[in-house]
Every structure is written in structure tokens, then in C-alpha cells.
């Protein structure tokens, strides 16, 4: 493995601006924010919706670093509408299990798009 990988997945949504999905230095890896937005550019209205596209995303990129939910230390959700934290909230333990990482869940006043309501990264350690 060279020092650092520079992953883009092309089966995701292309990133917004000069970055990539993924990046991984020895055991370290972090993925870039992800959002409810399929590959083929659709946004789905609902909160929920979006997230679980992201979680996919997500998932797929830790993946593609040769990580998974276990190895993730801390996440970030940036939610538009916090008050719709409830909804997303069981996807997450879902997700997560047991593996629980270090978290922040902040409200912002806009995405990089209007339509988008959520977008979630994160930092792993594959030892």
C-alpha cells in the first residue's frame, strides 16, 4: 500500500468539488461528508431517505478502505432540522451495534445543495 490512498468510488455520487470519497494513511482512514444523493443525481425528499443513502455511502467507502462499522472512532451528522434526530437515530444503532464511535450531531443552516438534509462523516482505525 502506498502512504496514502486517494479513493473515489465511481458507483457513488461524483464529489461536489476537488476531493475524494475516501482516504486512508496506514491505519488511519477518513471518509468525506456523504450525502442522501443516489448516483444518479436524485435527492429524495425525506430526511430518512437521505440518510440511509448516506449510511450506504458511507459504508461503501469504509469498505473500499478495507474498514467497517467496527473501526470507526468518531462521526460527525450534520443534520439541517435537528429535531428529525429521532428519525434517523435506529438506522444508526443499526448500524453501529455494539461498535459505538465518538459522535457530534450539529444542526446547520444549509448543505452544499438546498434539497440535501443530511450528510455524515467519518474518521476510522484499522489496527
Same mark, same amino acid.
Given at each position: 500500500?502506498?502512504? &496514502?490512498?486517494? &479513493?473515489?468510488? /465511481?458507483?457513488?455520487?461524483?464529489?461536489?468539488? +476537488?476531493?475524494? +470519497?475516501?482516504?486512508?494513511?496506514? /491505519?488511519? #482512514?477518513?471518509?468525506?461528508?456523504?450525502?442522501?444523493?443516489?448516483?444518479?443525481? %436524485?435527492? /429524495?425528499? @425525506?430526511?430518512?431517505?437521505?440518510?440511509? &443513502?448516506?449510511?450506504?455511502?458511507? +459504508?461503501?467507502?469504509? %469498505?473500499?478502505?478495507?474498514?467497517?462499522?467496527?473501526?470507526?472512532? @468518531?462521526?460527525?451528522?450534520?443534520?439541517?432540522?435537528? %429535531?428529525?434526530?429521532?428519525? &434517523?437515530?435506529?438506522?444508526?444503532?443499526?448500524?453501529?451495534?455494539?461498535?459505538?464511535?465518538?459522535?457530534?450531531?450539529?444542526?446547520?443552516?444549509?448543505?452544499?445543495?438546498?434539497?440535501? %438534509? #443530511?450528510?455524515?462523516?467519518?474518521?476510522?482505525?484499522?489496527?
Amino acid at each position: 500500500m502506498s502512504a &496514502i490512498q486517494r &479513493i473515489t468510488l /465511481p458507483h457513488l455520487a461524483a464529489p461536489v468539488s +476537488h476531493y475524494c +470519497h475516501v482516504t486512508r494513511a496506514g /491505519p488511519n #482512514v477518513w471518509v468525506s461528508g456523504v450525502v442522501g444523493v443516489t448516483a444518479d443525481g %436524485k435527492i /429524495p425528499e @425525506k430526511t430518512v431517505d437521505q440518510f440511509d &443513502i448516506a449510511m450506504d455511502a458511507l +459504508h461503501e467507502c469504509l %469498505k473500499a478502505a478495507g474498514a467497517g462499522p467496527e473501526h470507526v472512532v @468518531k462521526v460527525q451528522v450534520f443534520m439541517t432540522d435537528i %429535531k428529525e434526530r429521532p428519525v &434517523i437515530n435506529p438506522r444508526r444503532i443499526a448500524y453501529f451495534g455494539e461498535n459505538r464511535p465518538a459522535s457530534t450531531l450539529v444542526e446547520v443552516s444549509g448543505l452544499v445543495d438546498p434539497r440535501m %438534509k #443530511v450528510e455524515i462523516e467519518c474518521q476510522a482505525y484499522v489496527g
